[in-house]
């Protein structure tokens, strides 16, 4: 069945940084667009950035373009998310996730949490 397991998140300083990585499987991961979304307490779940499936087209929330960096490995059958000049308001759970004509699956989330 279809798995996404997220991982990397923890506590960090305002400023620091985090990768997040999306291990995937049981469908053709090298074909799929993959998407990081997060949610804050009491706020709804946004799009923070995605990848298509061959990696070369990128989108980016406006809040974290030039500090977040998304890509993907293939081969591994991987998804990252590369987190930098972090700031509280980045603080939420952050899930993988990926759909289409036939599925839609999310992963079980990872806490970030930036102290200032």
């Known amino acids: 069945q279809v798995q996404l397991v997220e991982s990397g998140g923890g506590l960090v300083q305002s400023g620091g940084s985090l990768t997040l990585s999306c291990a995937a499987s049981?469908?053709?991961?090298?074909?799929?667009?993959m998407k990081w979304f997060r949610q804050a307490p009491g706020k709804e779940r946004e799009l923070v950035a995605s990848?298509?499936?061959?990696?070369?087209?990128?989108f980016y929330k406006d809040s974290v373009k030039g500090r977040f960096t998304i890509s993907r490995d293939n081969a591994k059958n991987m998804v990252y998310l590369q987190m930098m000049s972090l700031k509280p308001e980045d603080t939420a759970v952050y899930y993988c996730?990926?759909?289409?004509?036939?599925?839609?699956?999310w992963g079980q989330g990872t806490q970030v949490t930036v102290s200032s």
């Open positions: 049981g469908f053709t991961f090298s074909r799929y667009t």
């Open positions: 990848i298509s499936s061959a990696g070369d087209g990128l």
């Open positions: 996730h990926v759909n289409g004509p036939i599925i839609d699956y």
